[in-house]
């Protein structure tokens, strides 16, 4: 993977390119960065940009002229990226370059069993081809984990430890890229004077998301990279390079919150038209028609939990909006044209303190399907929730 497939995040890429420009590549790299926001795929770029042969080349000293007459000027690599077509290039963009290595959370495949992530390259490599911004509940369940945890175990470690300290292969540098060091505990002290004091030309990068599960003896040993969510404008130009029209990726955009990941979930339901539901929603209960209410809940109770949940969650989204454009005027928000009509609407018909009670609801909401609540008896409440906050002015905060 090169720096040009990495969704956005070029401020950090520049980052990492001046860290090596200037010799300053520290031996152990935190990159910590929420789901969605491509710590990882940043991790497997910065990797490859390493090992590049051409660019390895370029860093290297003039060795001065041939005796036999200068041979034909290569073609110019920009120094921003990995070429992409060398060997090593190559290998790593499949990740099986020998000297780029991977830990990763996993489970035992039989009871007694003390796995490694070696035993599940191929299914990681596949992963990150079909899934490159899944995350480590979607790897688990692609490798059959349901209800398993997933860990990295101490035998991990000292296969870690065991791989590193053999010579590198091809390239000039090793490279450990550790996803989830979370999943690492207390047998990853056995890594303290491996990341402390490496071989020469080691490189360990960890991908995290919660600073505050990982070992502070491994955290104080790393220098920390910081990835931040990625913005709107960045996801919707990435989604209308796929081929999606301008106010669809600007929707989808804004519901995914930064999370890439989440935005390529809800492409996937882009058919699913939630502001009419919506609509129709408030349209049966302001106007009181208890059968049309009915038939509505019926509707939502044959979308199943899943789709349940991002519905509510869609709702909840607007309300957020609603507020940024309350505070900071529509001129100031980047929202689709109809999605601002909606909310402009809603400003209407419920005041803040309103909004702030049907937020809460909503959130009560998600937490009982997420528990198996039955939906017919929900939706039936919340409609009649909705009628009195917002028709008869009242606020019903529920415990």
């Known amino acids: 993977m090169r720096f040009s497939e990495v969704v956005g995040q070029q401020e950090v890429k520049n980052r990492l390119l001046d860290m090596v420009a200037q010799n300053r590549l520290s031996h152990a790299l935190l990159f910590l960065g929420k789901e969605g926001s491509g710590a990882l795929q940043l991790a497997i770029a910065f990797a490859q940009y390493i090992t590049c042969e051409k660019i390895q080349q370029q860093s290297q000293p003039d060795a001065g002229a041939s005796l036999f007459g ?6 110019a690599v920009s120094p921003e990226d990995a070429c992409g077509v060398c060997a090593a290039c190559i290998k790593s963009q499949q990740l099986i370059h020998p000297d780029i290595h991977f830990s990763f959370p996993v489970i035992p495949k039989k009871s007694g069993d003390k796995p490694l992530s070696s035993e599940y390259i191929k299914d990681f490599r596949e992963f990150i081809t079909n899934f490159p911004y899944g995350n480590v509940f979607d790897w688990l369940q692609s490798i059959g984990a349901e209800n398993k ?6 035998e991990e470690c000292n296969d870690i430890i065991r791989k590193l300290s ?7 540098y090793k490279i450990l890229i550790v996803w989830m060091p979370e999943y690492l505990r207390k047998e990853g002290n056995k890594l303290l004077k491996l990341i402390e004091e490496p071989p020469a030309k080691t490189l360990f990068i960890l991908v995290a998301e919660n600073e505050d599960q990982i070992l502070p003896t491994i955290l104080s040993r790393c220098q920390l990279i910081k990835i931040p969510a990625l913005k709107t404008e960045t996801i919707s130009a990435a989604l209308q390079q796929n081929g999606l029209e301008p106010q669809k990726a600007l929707q989808l955009a804004s519901l995914s919150e930064g ?7 809800l492409l996937n339901n882009a058919d699913d038209d939630w502001e009419e539901l919506l609509r129709n929603w408030l349209n049966v209960t302001l106007q ?13 109770n044959k979308l199943g939990r899943e789709k349940q949940k991002k519905f509510l969650h869609y709702f909840s989204h607007l ?3 609603s507020l940024r454009l309350s505070v900071l005027g529509a ?4 929202m689709p044209d109809n999605e601002k009509d909606f909310v402009l609407r809603l400003n209407k018909i419920a005041s803040f303190g309103q909004q702030e009670v049907i937020s809460k609801e909503l959130d009560n909401a998600i937490y009982y399907i997420e528990r198996n609540a039955n939906a017919k008896m929900l939706f039936h409440a919340l409609t009649i929730k909705l009628k009195y906050i917002i028709k008869n002015k009242t606020l019903i905060l529920a415990e």
Do not use: C, M
């Open 288 to 300: 009181n028609l208890p059968a049309k209410q009915i038939d509505w809940i019926e509707e939502v």
């Open 331 to 334: 001129a100031n928000v980047l």
């Open 70 to 75: 200068d041979p034909e000027p290569a073609q």
């Open 166 to 172: 053999l010579k590198s292969f091809e390239s000039e």
């Open 149 to 154: 945890q997933g860990n990295i175990t101490a």
């Open 319 to 321: 309300l957020e909006q």
């Open 259 to 265: 999370n890439y990941r989440k935005a390529i979930e």
